[in-house]
């Protein structure tokens, strides 16, 4: 069961970067934050996760605020191929990942 | 490296039929996950396999749905006899260990009980 809630959905001019915001405002000590994204017709794509501290990787970047209630999903240059839905899920390592019905963002040209 | 596979790519079945979909996870992953993901939702989980074990079975409707993992390495998922509701895709996925890490997903059975 879903503990975090997202916006239903968002725009982004291509090329500008996409915030996608996520509030977790009962999240555990030990619980994660997790971001996956659905591109139409394909499987969830995992791009990134953390505890406490920042993260980026090639993909995107992740805030977490310091009382971790919250977070944001960043990618630095929207193109029309992160048109997708994105996934924010909270878990403790080794419990399952509970989907909610996430942010569908359109990047616009 | 190769990522899960998945088979068929679509069905269409008439409610009461049976149906089977196939999954090769990525080599090496010990645990293996089917999703079911109705149109609109996000995906849930129906089974979790490590290796060839189940882990945790307890959304899945056992009255009408079965899966196995023979090996520990493919597993088969079942709906026998399948219902309109049933009509969804169903995802595989698979993982190294259960760590911190994300998982692999595969493309995805669409359904469609007619």
């Known amino acids: 069961d879903a503990k975090t809630t997202q916006p239903p959905s968002m725009d982004c001019a291509e090329g500008r970067a996409a915030n996608l915001p996520c509030n977790h405002s009962t999240i555990s000590g030990n619980e994660y934050v997790y971001w996956y994204r659905q591109i139409h017709s394909q499987g969830p794509q995992y791009i990134i996760h953390g505890l406490k501290n920042n993260e980026t990787n090639e993909m995107a970047s992740l805030i977490i605020t310091e009382d971790r209630k919250s977070s944001t999903l960043i990618l630095p240059h929207a193109t029309l191929r992160d048109t997708a839905v994105y996934y924010c899920?909270?878990?403790?390592?080794?419990?399952?990942?509970?989907f909610g019905t996430g942010t569908s963002l359109t990047v616009i040209p | 490296e190769a990522g899960v596979a998945q088979s068929p790519r679509y069905k269409i079945i008439e409610k009461r039929q049976s149906v089977a979909f196939w999954c090769n996870p990525i080599?090496?992953?010990?645990?293996l996950y089917w999703y079911q993901q109705i149109l609109g939702q996000g995906p849930k989980l129906l089974i979790q396999?490590?290796?060839?074990?189940?882990?945790?079975d307890s959304q899945l409707p056992k009255d009408r749905f079965s899966a196995e993992r023979l090996k520990g390495v493919d597993s088969t998922l079942k709906i026998q006899p399948a219902k309109l509701e049933d009509s969804a895709v169903y995802l595989c996925?698979?993982?190294?260990?259960?760590?911190?890490?994300?998982?692999?997903f595969g493309s995805g059975t669409r359904l469609t009980v007619v």
């Open positions: 899920i909270v878990r403790v390592v080794g419990n399952q990942f509970y």
């Open positions: 396999f490590q290796n060839n074990g189940v882990v945790d």
């Open positions: 996925a698979s993982s190294l260990e259960t760590g911190t890490g994300g998982y692999t």
């Open positions: 080599s090496g992953h010990a645990t």
